[in-house]
């Protein structure tokens, strides 16, 4: 395992402080079940563009919440640990609301990173990011692939 996970993202925010003096940080969230490659190219992408990155996970619940009943498929210990095994990723942590507000607002990263899916305008976060002075990247290859399709595809 490369990364360090921190499940409580508040811990984290008290690790990171000492950290963060003269270095970046990058941020990216997402439910990541069921990893597939366009998640993989996005880690990737997202490792360029600070140089600490933190990846953090919707909980179970939150992922119940969006996705449906039966999501996730793989439980959120699983999820944490196959994404710090990825090269790149600083740490991983969680977070239990639909979105990650609280959590930007929390460890206020430099660079908040999402996936080909949206844009810069359409991303929720996004006043939470401008309202701190961060910025907010999009990266990743074109969305291709998604874990609910692959699982639509049993």
Known sequence: MTATIVPDYHELQ????PLRQGRTLALTNGCFDILHVGHVRLLS???????LLVVALNT???VHQTKGEGRPLVPLEERMEIIAAIEGVDYVTSFPETLANDLLDALRPDVHVKGTDWTEDTVPEREVVTAYGGRIAICGDEKRHSSTEIIERR
């Not at 008290?14 to 402080?17: C, F, K, Q």
């Open 60 to 62: 179970d619940e939150s």
């Open 45 to 51: 992408a997202a490792s360029t563009q600070a140089e």
């Open 14 to 17: 008290e690790r990171l402080a």
